[in-house]
């Protein structure tokens, strides 16, 4: 199984903490979405995609990237996000419709905490100050693991 995770993180690197746990677990490459072609997406059998929560959705950069896919049917997808509001039926909602458009099967979502300190929230040090901490990234590495063997059909 060839595995890709591709994401967006800016400013505490809370995303990325969380695709590079999943990625050694799953042996996947890592990716941001500005540097992969979306020809590229197709040589792979399952494609991660997060980023940090940005008003209640993706990075915009992840968002134009799955615009720009070609067709995916029989692809295997998942979403993860960080977040300072970490609501991930309404954070991942855009994601999922697009990739649900491409022909994607989203096969799992995971989201955590993260450390956010935009807009007013810079003034009183941010919320969520230390996440993802260990317990956040175990639970990520868990996901994967679960996704991983069920695409490999559960060995």
């Given at each position: 199984m060839r595995a890709l995770i591709v994401y967006v993180s800016i400013h505490h690197k809370n995303t990325?903490?969380?695709a590079k746990a999943m990625a050694d677990v799953l042996n996947a490459d890592l990716s941001k979405p500005w540097k992969i072609?979306?020809?590229?997406?197709?040589?792979y059998d399952l494609v991660g995609f997060g980023s940090g929560i940005y008003w209640w959705r993706h990075h915009w950069a992840l968002l134009k990237l799955v615009e720009d896919l070609p067709g995916m049917e029989g692809k295997k997808a998942f979403i993860f996000s960080t977040?300072?509001?970490?609501?991930p039926r309404y954070n991942h909602r855009a994601l999922k419709k697009r990739l649900k458009e491409k022909g994607f099967e989203v096969v799992g979502e995971f989201s955590c905490r993260g450390w956010d300190t935009n807009g007013w929230l810079a003034k009183?040090?941010?919320i969520n100050?230390?996440?993802?901490?260990?317990?956040?990234l175990e639970r990520a590495r868990r996901f994967a693991?679960?996704?991983?063997?069920?695409?490999r059909g559960g060995d």
């Open positions: 990325e903490k969380v072609k979306p020809e590229e997406v197709m040589e977040a300072g509001m970490n609501i009183i040090g941010g100050r230390g996440h993802p901490n260990e317990r956040d693991e679960r996704v991983g063997k069920e695409i």
